[in-house]
Protein backbone atom coordinates (compact mmCIF):
# COMPACT_ATOMS: atom_id res chain seq x y z
CA UNK A 1 0.00 0.00 0.00
CA UNK A 2 1.82 3.59 -0.78
CA UNK A 3 1.09 6.53 0.82
CA UNK A 4 2.28 9.73 -0.77
CA UNK A 5 3.10 12.57 1.08
CA UNK A 6 3.29 16.72 0.18
CA UNK A 7 6.54 15.56 -1.31
CA UNK A 8 5.09 13.65 -4.02
CA UNK A 9 2.12 16.12 -5.04
CA UNK A 10 2.71 19.50 -7.15
CA UNK A 11 0.36 21.50 -5.16
CA UNK A 12 0.31 24.22 -8.34
CA UNK A 13 -1.54 22.13 -10.40
CA UNK A 14 -4.77 22.55 -7.93
CA UNK A 15 -3.83 26.18 -8.35
CA UNK A 16 -3.81 26.63 -11.57
CA UNK A 17 -8.01 24.53 -11.90
CA UNK A 18 -10.72 25.79 -11.47
CA UNK A 19 -12.21 24.20 -8.39
CA UNK A 20 -16.07 23.61 -7.14
CA UNK A 21 -16.83 22.29 -3.99
CA UNK A 22 -20.98 20.88 -4.08
CA UNK A 23 -22.65 21.32 -0.62
CA UNK A 24 -21.20 23.62 2.48
CA UNK A 25 -21.68 21.13 5.20
CA UNK A 26 -18.90 19.17 7.45
CA UNK A 27 -16.72 18.24 4.94
CA UNK A 28 -17.46 21.10 1.76
CA UNK A 29 -16.80 24.26 4.25
CA UNK A 30 -12.99 22.44 5.64
CA UNK A 31 -11.81 21.20 1.85
CA UNK A 32 -12.90 25.07 0.41
CA UNK A 33 -11.58 26.81 3.32
CA UNK A 34 -8.26 24.73 3.10
CA UNK A 35 -8.04 25.34 -0.71
CA UNK A 36 -8.15 28.95 0.07
CA UNK A 37 -5.54 29.08 2.64
CA UNK A 38 -3.20 26.94 0.66
CA UNK A 39 -3.41 29.29 -2.26
CA UNK A 40 -6.40 27.74 -4.48
CA UNK A 41 -8.12 31.21 -5.87
CA UNK A 42 -10.51 29.74 -8.07
CA UNK A 43 -13.04 28.08 -5.09
CA UNK A 44 -16.28 28.39 -5.59
CA UNK A 45 -19.13 26.70 -3.33
CA UNK A 46 -22.26 25.47 -5.54
CA UNK A 47 -25.59 24.90 -3.66
CA UNK A 48 -29.10 24.35 -4.59
CA UNK A 49 -31.50 27.86 -5.06
CA UNK A 50 -32.39 29.18 -1.77
CA UNK A 51 -30.20 27.25 0.01
CA UNK A 52 -30.02 27.99 3.88
CA UNK A 53 -25.93 27.77 3.58
CA UNK A 54 -25.15 30.33 0.73
CA UNK A 55 -24.99 33.25 3.74
CA UNK A 56 -22.81 30.97 5.11
CA UNK A 57 -20.20 30.50 2.47
CA UNK A 58 -20.68 34.38 1.39
CA UNK A 59 -19.89 35.41 4.89
CA UNK A 60 -16.79 33.49 4.58
CA UNK A 61 -15.46 34.93 1.21
CA UNK A 62 -16.73 32.71 -0.88
CA UNK A 63 -18.96 33.15 -3.97
CA UNK A 64 -22.13 30.87 -4.40
CA UNK A 65 -23.17 29.58 -7.64
CA UNK A 66 -25.95 27.01 -8.98
CA UNK A 67 -25.14 23.29 -9.23
CA UNK A 68 -25.29 23.51 -13.26
CA UNK A 69 -23.66 26.85 -13.57
CA UNK A 70 -21.11 25.51 -11.33
CA UNK A 71 -20.54 22.38 -13.53
CA UNK A 72 -20.06 24.49 -16.79
CA UNK A 73 -17.40 26.41 -15.17
CA UNK A 74 -15.09 24.30 -13.49
CA UNK A 75 -11.95 22.19 -14.27
CA UNK A 76 -12.43 20.17 -10.51
CA UNK A 77 -15.67 19.61 -9.26
CA UNK A 78 -15.44 17.75 -5.36
CA UNK A 79 -19.58 16.17 -4.61
CA UNK A 80 -18.99 16.85 -0.50
CA UNK A 81 -23.25 16.29 -0.30
CA UNK A 82 -25.02 13.08 1.54
CA UNK A 83 -24.56 9.90 -0.15
CA UNK A 84 -27.96 9.40 -0.73
CA UNK A 85 -28.65 13.05 -2.61
CA UNK A 86 -25.39 12.62 -5.40
CA UNK A 87 -27.12 10.41 -8.08
CA UNK A 88 -29.66 12.88 -8.64
CA UNK A 89 -27.41 15.73 -8.42
CA UNK A 90 -25.10 14.46 -10.89
CA UNK A 91 -27.96 13.21 -12.90
CA UNK A 92 -29.79 16.42 -13.75
CA UNK A 93 -27.13 18.77 -12.64
CA UNK A 94 -24.07 17.84 -13.59
CA UNK A 95 -24.30 15.07 -16.75
CA UNK A 96 -24.94 17.30 -19.15
CA UNK A 97 -23.15 20.73 -17.99
CA UNK A 98 -19.72 19.56 -17.08
CA UNK A 99 -17.38 20.58 -19.27
CA UNK A 100 -15.30 17.90 -21.44
CA UNK A 101 -12.37 16.36 -19.85
CA UNK A 102 -13.23 18.16 -16.22
CA UNK A 103 -12.85 16.15 -13.26
CA UNK A 104 -15.32 14.60 -10.84
CA UNK A 105 -14.43 13.79 -6.98
CA UNK A 106 -15.80 12.36 -4.27
CA UNK A 107 -15.41 11.85 -0.56
CA UNK A 108 -16.82 8.54 -0.33
CA UNK A 109 -16.80 5.60 -2.81
CA UNK A 110 -20.46 4.45 -2.79
CA UNK A 111 -21.96 5.91 -5.60
CA UNK A 112 -19.31 5.22 -7.71
CA UNK A 113 -18.74 1.52 -6.51
CA UNK A 114 -22.50 0.64 -6.76
CA UNK A 115 -22.88 1.85 -9.72
CA UNK A 116 -25.75 4.56 -8.60
CA UNK A 117 -23.44 6.91 -10.71
CA UNK A 118 -22.38 6.07 -14.49
CA UNK A 119 -20.25 9.02 -15.01
CA UNK A 120 -19.59 10.34 -18.83
CA UNK A 121 -16.22 8.37 -20.06
CA UNK A 122 -14.49 11.78 -20.87
CA UNK A 123 -14.28 12.89 -16.75
CA UNK A 124 -11.78 11.54 -14.63
CA UNK A 125 -13.35 10.31 -11.58
CA UNK A 126 -10.89 10.11 -8.20
CA UNK A 127 -12.17 10.17 -4.49
CA UNK A 128 -10.01 12.33 -2.12
CA UNK A 129 -11.25 11.09 1.49
CA UNK A 130 -9.83 12.65 4.83
CA UNK A 131 -10.32 9.92 7.61
CA UNK A 132 -11.89 12.55 10.03
CA UNK A 133 -14.71 14.83 10.30
CA UNK A 134 -14.87 18.46 8.26
CA UNK A 135 -14.22 20.07 11.71
CA UNK A 136 -11.18 18.24 11.73
CA UNK A 137 -10.07 18.52 8.57
CA UNK A 138 -9.54 22.34 9.00
CA UNK A 139 -8.87 22.69 12.45
CA UNK A 140 -5.57 20.62 12.26
CA UNK A 141 -4.92 22.43 8.97
CA UNK A 142 -4.73 25.62 10.62
CA UNK A 143 -2.35 24.26 13.42
CA UNK A 144 -0.31 23.34 10.54
CA UNK A 145 -0.65 19.41 10.79
CA UNK A 146 -3.43 17.24 8.60
CA UNK A 147 -5.57 14.57 8.58
CA UNK A 148 -4.86 11.31 6.74
CA UNK A 149 -6.50 11.20 3.82
CA UNK A 150 -7.81 8.01 1.27
CA UNK A 151 -6.72 8.17 -2.51
CA UNK A 152 -8.54 6.53 -5.39
CA UNK A 153 -8.60 6.77 -9.06
CA UNK A 154 -11.72 5.30 -10.56
CA UNK A 155 -12.11 6.47 -14.44
CA UNK A 156 -8.29 8.41 -15.78
CA UNK A 157 -9.88 9.96 -19.18
CA UNK A 158 -6.80 12.58 -18.61
CA UNK A 159 -4.03 10.46 -18.14
CA UNK A 160 -3.17 12.46 -14.84
CA UNK A 161 -6.10 11.98 -12.77
CA UNK A 162 -4.14 10.93 -10.23
CA UNK A 163 -1.49 13.94 -9.94
CA UNK A 164 -4.73 16.25 -9.91
CA UNK A 165 -6.35 14.44 -6.64
CA UNK A 166 -2.60 13.96 -5.22
CA UNK A 167 -2.54 17.64 -6.06
CA UNK A 168 -5.96 18.23 -4.19
CA UNK A 169 -5.19 16.13 -1.33
CA UNK A 170 -2.20 18.30 -0.56
CA UNK A 171 -3.73 21.61 -0.49
CA UNK A 172 -6.57 20.36 2.13
CA UNK A 173 -4.02 19.35 4.16
CA UNK A 174 -4.00 15.83 3.85
CA UNK A 175 -0.47 15.57 2.26
CA UNK A 176 0.71 16.84 5.41
CA UNK A 177 -0.29 13.58 7.41
CA UNK A 178 -0.38 10.96 4.29
CA UNK A 179 -2.29 10.34 1.60
CA UNK A 180 -3.22 6.23 1.25
CA UNK A 181 -3.80 5.17 -1.76
CA UNK A 182 -6.76 2.85 -1.61
CA UNK A 183 -9.79 1.81 -4.70
CA UNK A 184 -13.22 3.29 -4.40
CA UNK A 185 -14.23 -0.64 -3.94
CA UNK A 186 -11.99 -0.97 -0.72
CA UNK A 187 -13.00 2.21 0.86
CA UNK A 188 -16.52 2.03 0.42
CA UNK A 189 -16.67 -1.77 1.75
CA UNK A 190 -14.70 -1.25 4.35
CA UNK A 191 -15.90 2.11 5.61
CA UNK A 192 -19.69 0.99 5.23
CA UNK A 193 -18.65 -2.00 7.10
CA UNK A 194 -17.09 0.07 9.96
CA UNK A 195 -19.69 2.23 10.64
CA UNK A 196 -22.28 -0.50 10.34
CA UNK A 197 -20.53 -3.69 12.77
CA UNK A 198 -18.04 -1.45 15.07
CA UNK A 199 -18.43 2.30 15.02
CA UNK A 200 -21.84 3.12 15.29
CA UNK A 201 -24.22 0.02 14.69
CA UNK A 202 -22.17 -2.48 16.53
CA UNK A 203 -21.35 -0.12 19.61
CA UNK A 204 -24.20 1.59 20.53
CA UNK A 205 -25.52 -1.86 20.49
CA UNK A 206 -23.09 -3.11 22.73
CA UNK A 207 -23.66 -0.20 24.91
CA UNK A 208 -27.13 -0.30 24.82
CA UNK A 209 -27.65 -4.02 25.96
CA UNK A 210 -24.68 -4.02 28.46
CA UNK A 211 -27.15 -0.52 30.19
CA UNK A 212 -30.18 -3.04 29.64
CA UNK A 213 -28.71 -6.00 31.65
CA UNK A 214 -27.56 -3.69 34.21
CA UNK A 215 -31.00 -2.15 34.77
CA UNK A 216 -32.89 -5.57 34.33
CA UNK A 217 -30.97 -6.63 37.53
CA UNK A 218 -31.98 -3.93 39.32
CA UNK A 219 -29.05 -1.64 39.18
CA UNK A 220 -29.41 1.82 39.20
CA UNK A 221 -29.57 3.78 35.69
CA UNK A 222 -27.33 6.35 36.55
CA UNK A 223 -24.65 3.52 37.04
CA UNK A 224 -25.43 1.78 34.10
CA UNK A 225 -24.80 4.68 32.02
CA UNK A 226 -21.64 5.79 33.76
CA UNK A 227 -20.13 1.99 33.71
CA UNK A 228 -21.27 1.61 30.15
CA UNK A 229 -21.30 4.62 28.28
CA UNK A 230 -19.57 7.31 29.84
CA UNK A 231 -16.45 5.91 30.86
CA UNK A 232 -15.86 4.30 26.94
CA UNK A 233 -14.25 7.75 26.11
CA UNK A 234 -11.16 6.79 28.48
CA UNK A 235 -10.96 3.60 27.17
CA UNK A 236 -11.13 4.77 23.26
CA UNK A 237 -8.43 7.41 23.91
CA UNK A 238 -5.91 5.27 24.87
CA UNK A 239 -6.38 2.68 22.42
CA UNK A 240 -6.29 5.74 20.11
CA UNK A 241 -3.27 6.59 21.73
CA UNK A 242 -1.38 3.49 22.04
CA UNK A 243 -3.59 0.50 20.71
CA UNK A 244 -5.06 -2.12 22.50
CA UNK A 245 -1.83 -3.34 24.08
CA UNK A 246 -1.07 0.50 25.48
CA UNK A 247 -4.68 0.42 26.65
CA UNK A 248 -4.79 -2.37 28.55
CA UNK A 249 -0.87 -1.18 30.08
CA UNK A 250 -2.93 1.73 31.34
CA UNK A 251 -6.11 -0.37 33.08
CA UNK A 252 -5.83 -2.11 36.79
CA UNK A 253 -4.89 -5.71 36.61
CA UNK A 254 -8.56 -6.45 37.45
CA UNK A 255 -9.93 -5.07 34.21
CA UNK A 256 -7.36 -6.23 32.30
CA UNK A 257 -7.83 -9.94 33.72
CA UNK A 258 -11.80 -9.39 32.74
CA UNK A 259 -11.03 -7.66 29.36
CA UNK A 260 -9.09 -10.55 28.06
CA UNK A 261 -11.41 -13.71 29.66
CA UNK A 262 -14.66 -12.24 29.10
CA UNK A 263 -14.48 -9.90 26.34
CA UNK A 264 -14.43 -13.06 23.68
CA UNK A 265 -17.47 -14.53 25.42
CA UNK A 266 -19.50 -11.68 24.56
CA UNK A 267 -18.06 -11.02 20.77
CA UNK A 268 -18.00 -14.37 20.28
CA UNK A 269 -17.73 -16.50 16.95
CA UNK A 270 -21.76 -16.09 16.60
CA UNK A 271 -20.78 -12.41 16.45
CA UNK A 272 -18.54 -13.14 13.90
CA UNK A 273 -21.03 -15.01 11.42
CA UNK A 274 -23.34 -12.11 12.13
CA UNK A 275 -20.45 -9.60 11.22
CA UNK A 276 -19.73 -11.82 7.72
CA UNK A 277 -23.46 -12.39 6.84
CA UNK A 278 -23.41 -8.28 7.04
CA UNK A 279 -20.01 -7.60 4.93
CA UNK A 280 -21.51 -9.74 2.33
CA UNK A 281 -24.75 -7.44 2.24
CA UNK A 282 -22.62 -4.93 1.61
CA UNK A 283 -20.17 -6.41 -0.93
CA UNK A 284 -23.30 -7.43 -2.68
CA UNK A 285 -24.61 -3.68 -2.80
CA UNK A 286 -27.74 -5.13 -0.69
CA UNK A 287 -27.35 -2.44 2.02
CA UNK A 288 -26.83 0.51 -0.48
CA UNK A 289 -29.67 -0.56 -2.50
CA UNK A 290 -31.91 -1.22 1.12
CA UNK A 291 -30.56 2.23 1.62
CA UNK A 292 -31.60 4.15 -1.68
CA UNK A 293 -35.00 2.43 -1.68
CA UNK A 294 -35.39 3.28 1.94
CA UNK A 295 -34.61 7.27 1.21
CA UNK A 296 -37.05 6.76 -1.85
CA UNK A 297 -39.88 6.01 0.20
CA UNK A 298 -39.25 8.89 2.54
CA UNK A 299 -37.54 6.97 5.03
CA UNK A 300 -40.04 5.50 7.01
CA UNK A 301 -38.24 2.79 9.06
CA UNK A 302 -34.99 4.75 9.22
CA UNK A 303 -37.00 7.62 11.12
CA UNK A 304 -38.98 5.13 13.29
CA UNK A 305 -36.02 3.54 14.22
CA UNK A 306 -33.85 6.87 15.49
CA UNK A 307 -36.96 8.10 16.92
CA UNK A 308 -36.69 4.96 19.14
CA UNK A 309 -33.37 5.29 19.80
CA UNK A 310 -34.03 8.85 21.29
CA UNK A 311 -37.23 7.22 23.62
CA UNK A 312 -34.61 5.02 24.99
CA UNK A 313 -33.89 5.31 28.81
CA UNK A 314 -29.71 5.14 28.32
CA UNK A 315 -31.05 8.49 26.21
CA UNK A 316 -33.09 9.73 28.88
CA UNK A 317 -31.05 9.27 31.63
CA UNK A 318 -27.23 10.33 30.01
CA UNK A 319 -29.39 14.05 29.08
CA UNK A 320 -30.13 14.31 33.11
CA UNK A 321 -26.77 13.10 33.81
CA UNK A 322 -25.11 15.38 30.96
CA UNK A 323 -26.56 18.49 32.39
CA UNK A 324 -25.09 18.15 36.07
CA UNK A 325 -21.15 17.67 34.55
CA UNK A 326 -20.94 21.58 33.11
CA UNK A 327 -17.30 20.48 31.90
CA UNK A 328 -18.53 18.02 29.12
CA UNK A 329 -19.41 20.63 25.87
CA UNK A 330 -23.02 21.43 24.56
CA UNK A 331 -23.58 20.75 21.50
CA UNK A 332 -26.54 21.64 19.27
CA UNK A 333 -26.72 17.80 17.51
CA UNK A 334 -30.40 18.77 15.42
CA UNK A 335 -28.74 21.66 14.21
CA UNK A 336 -26.01 20.49 12.78
CA UNK A 337 -26.23 19.63 9.36
CA UNK A 338 -23.61 18.03 6.77
CA UNK A 339 -26.09 18.59 3.78
CA UNK A 340 -26.51 19.80 0.16
CA UNK A 341 -26.95 23.08 0.06
Known amino acids: MRVYYDRDADVNLIKSLKVVVIGYGSQGHAHAANMRDSGVEDVTIALRPGSASAAKAEAAGFKVMSVPEAAAWADVMMMATPDELQAQIYRDELHGNMKQGAALAFAHGLNIHFKLIEPREDLDIFMIAPKGPGHTVRSEYVRGGGVPSLVAVDQDSSGNALEIA??????IGGGRAGVIETTFQEECETDLFGEQVVLCGGLTSLITAGFETLVEAGYAPEMAYFECLHELKLIVDLMIESGIAGMRF????????GDVSRGPRVINANVKRSMKAILKEIQSGK????????????????????EEGEQHPIEVTGRHLRS??????KKNIKGAQAAYG
Open 324 to 329: LMPWIP
Open 287 to 306: FAREWVKEYQAGLPNYNKLL
Open 250 to 257: SISETAKY
Open 166 to 171: LSYASA
